[in-house]
């Protein structure tokens, strides 16, 4: 288990579509798996997927926390996923801050769809399914963004609301086109 170097904005690992997990067996995964929840952990975030630590492969990790709770639901355990897929519920949309930690000391406010139904396959290659709202929702996106290339400011509308944290942080106005503080995913 190691903690590992995250590729940054700019690395072409990030705009590549990672391949799917076909073995679930070899023994590879696990340590990869391993070494994101170690590089997770010492982040300090609460997502991240397997390009960032310069494997192109889709597997994402994600939790939420207790402080993102959302009338008293939506906490969330670590949750391990291979070959992730979303889909949209309906075709309602909200916009809120997100920062990534490929793209340190930035944020960006970001569309995402509010409701989704996801799938993925865990380590044992057993199948789940779950639905998400709010900033779980916004988290699953996000991540599995990485998975297809795509970092949070490809999909901004709007690419006056990308700044520094310590800038739109100190300038409120700007602060309230999001709803919520980010964390780094
Ligand atoms: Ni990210």
């Given at each position: 288990?190691?903690?590992?170097?995250?590729?940054?904005?700019?690395?072409?690992?990030?705009?590549?579509?990672?391949?799917?997990?076909?073995?679930?067996?070899?023994?590879?995964?696990?340590?990869?798996?391993?070494?994101?929840?170690?590089?997770?952990?010492?982040?300090?975030?609460?997502?991240?997927?397997?390009?960032?630590?310069?494997?192109?492969?889709?597997?994402?990790?994600?939790?939420?926390?207790?402080?993102?709770?959302?009338?008293?639901?939506?906490?969330?355990?670590?949750?391990?996923?291979i070959n992730p897929k979303i889909e949209p519920k309906n075709d309602m949309m909200n916009r809120d801050w997100e920062a990534c930690l490929s793209i340190p000391n930035l944020m960006g406010a970001v569309d995402r769809y509010s409701h989704i139904k996801y799938s993925w396959y865990d380590v044992d290659g057993e199948y789940f399914e779950r639905e998400a709202s709010g900033y779980h929702s916004r988290v699953v996106q996000h991540e599995c963004d990485h998975l297809d290339g795509k970092l949070y400011p490809f999909q901004m509308l709007d690419l006056s609301l990308l700044g520094f944290q310590e800038e739109i942080n100190s300038n409120k106005d700007l602060l309230d086109k999001g709803r919520s503080l980010p964390s780094e995913i």
């Amino acid at each position: 288990m190691s903690i590992l170097k995250i590729a940054r904005l700019g690395h072409p690992i990030l705009q590549k579509i990672a391949s799917p997990v076909d073995n679930f067996k070899d023994p590879e995964i696990k340590k990869i798996i391993n070494d994101m929840i170690d590089t997770l952990d010492d982040a300090g975030g609460i997502g991240l997927a397997a390009p960032q630590i310069h494997v192109s492969k889709r597997i994402v990790i994600f939790f939420v926390p207790e402080d993102r709770l959302e009338n008293g639901k939506n906490k969330v355990e670590l949750t391990i996923m291979i070959n992730p897929k979303i889909e949209p519920k309906n075709d309602m949309m909200n916009r809120d801050w997100e920062a990534c930690l490929s793209i340190p000391n930035l944020m960006g406010a970001v569309d995402r769809y509010s409701h989704i139904k996801y799938s993925w396959y865990d380590v044992d290659g057993e199948y789940f399914e779950r639905e998400a709202s709010g900033y779980h929702s916004r988290v699953v996106q996000h991540e599995c963004d990485h998975l297809d290339g795509k970092l949070y400011p490809f999909q901004m509308l709007d690419l006056s609301l990308l700044g520094f944290q310590e800038e739109i942080n100190s300038n409120k106005d700007l602060l309230d086109k999001g709803r919520s503080l980010p964390s780094e995913i």
